[in-house]
């Protein structure tokens, strides 16, 4: 039977996290005004007016429970994460990593939102946060100018930046497979990485090139503050000759099969669609200009000939400082009834902010019933991040994603043990909370 149905809420913004957050106030029977202004207006990274498009990697992490997102992703399939089901509907092979066909999911995260009869969808830009008895703000890190001063006005002082990189794709067909190994790092997974392998002089030459690129320049009032999740490859060179070996060209744990020796580097590359037509470059985001990619990238062997099916590129991303102005259950301090979700609050990462737009929606539902909300368990993933991201302190606020040092520690010598513990401990928690439950 369906839930009676309750006005009324209204959802800004329909990504990852806004998606979520529509979709979980339905189904505690809240009728949603959800306001999407694409693809009417667009943004600087998006390409479509579907809902939930993936702007960066297809890949949504580590689905091992000892890994943070593969924890996070494990208590919201507990906690009926509909983004997480449609997610696990789309996969595409990526070893121990949930990746997805970005059109597919895409698709289907529109689908599940306009199939809904309770959430009503307004194909207009919000320009002003919505007069409502309960608003979801979830407008991304890429938010109009209009909603973003709407924004500040209620806070009361600037927002922060960060930038977020786009890694470029290439066509498979035009990958030299003669120099390409299949190959999972230390074997996990099912040969779903294609590995470029670079001996020193090459890779010598590649860091010349990547070091001497033209980049493309920052507006005036633009500060790069790059959060080390989603930093630059040019970036990661200039901070030595051999930072490159211990990040994105890590040769560990892939040895090239013709030769059973370990490269001096290794460039990998993973599908971006079911079909397998296109990879797209691990860890290679970036701010060079699209003639300085083509020149730079094709010294990669295996990529002398390769077809770019999309360049990198850098945007902009804002987010206010969550420690003076959200509540641990995404509701804004100075005005009842507003919750927050998505980037925008300081959550980095996919999973992340479909886990903001679920703790936001359950939240505001919660209000809708008549019930004060309140924070997640603590011992959870999903807890200790909004947690952790909405305590006051000292300094610049920084963007932080799912890992294990968020979560409460527990008496045990061995550091597998301990994880093994705390993600018991979690998912316990997590299957005893019930968040928006009538």
């Known amino acids: 039977m369906a839930p009676e149905r309750r006005a009324g809420a209204a959802v800004v ?8 957050a529509a979709l979980r106030l339905s189904d505690a029977g809240v009728a ?19 809902f939930g498009e993936l702007v960066c990697s297809n890949s949504l992490g580590s689905e091992e429970i000892a890994s943070g997102k593969g924890l996070l992703k494990e208590e919201l399939r507990i906690l009926g994460s509909r983004l997480l089901a449609v997610a696990d509907a789309t996969r595409v092979p990526a070893g121990k990593a949930l990746a997805v066909d970005r059109e597919r999911f895409a698709r289907g995260v529109t689908d599940a939102v306009r199939s809904r009869p309770g959430i009503r969808i307004v194909e207009a830009e919000a320009t002003e946060i919505p007069d409502a008895p309960l608003v979801v703000l ?35 067909e035009t990958i030299g497979r003669e120099t ?38 920052l507006r005036d009032f633009e500060e790069p503050r790059y959060f080390e999740g989603c930093m630059p490859v040019e970036e990661i060179a200039r901070r030595g000759p051999e930072t490159l070996l211990y990040g994105p060209l890590r040769p560990v744990g892939l040895p090239d099969p013709r030769t059973g020796k370990i490269p001096h580097a290794v460039v990998q590359l993973r599908k971006e669609n079911s079909e397998g037509t296109m990879y797209n470059l691990v860890g290679f985001q970036t701010r060079l200009t699209y003639p300085g990619q083509k020149k730079v990238f094709s010294m990669i062997p295996g990529l002398e000939n390769a077809e770019f099916l999309r360049y990198g590129s850098v945007h902009r991303n804002s987010f206010l400082d969550a420690r003076r102005h959200l509540t641990p259950w995404m509701e804004c301090r100075g005005r009842e009834g507003l ?10 990462g996919y999973v992340e902010s479909i886990a903001s737009g679920l703790v936001a929606g ?8 008549g019930r004060e909300p309140r924070p997640f368990p603590l011992e959870s993933m ?18 932080m994603n799912a890992n294990f040092g ?6 045990l010598r061995r550091k597998l043990d301990r994880k093994a513990r705390k993600a018991e401990i979690a998912l316990d928690a997590v299957r005893g909370f019930a968040p928006s439950r009538p």
């Open 13 to 20: 913004g329909a990504g990852l996290a806004g998606s979520e």
């Open 32 to 50: 949603v005004d959800l306001f999407e202004m694409r693809p009417g207006k667009g943004t600087e990274a998006h390409r479509t007016g579907w």
């Open 138 to 172: 979830a407008c991304g890190p890429l938010a109009s100018e209009s909603i973003s001063s709407a924004l500040r006005r209620l806070v009361g002082e600037e927002g922060f930046y960060f930038y977020d990189a786009i890694s470029p794709i290439v066509a498979t």
């Open 180 to 217: 390409a190994y299949v190959a999972d790092r230390y074997g996990a997974g099912t040969g779903d990485y294609l590995n470029l392998p670079m001996d020193r002089e090459r890779y010598e030459a590649f860091l010349s090139a990547l070091l001497s690129a033209n980049t493309v320049p």
């Open 339 to 348: 919750f927050i979700a998505g980037q925008i609050t300081g959550v980095e």
């Open 362 to 369: 359950a939240s505001a539902a919660c209000r809708a019933l």
């Open 382 to 399: 999903v807890g200790s991040l909004m947690d952790h991201i909405t305590t006051p302190g000292k300094g610049e606020p920084q963007p």
């Open 406 to 411: 968020l979560l409460p520690e527990v008496p």
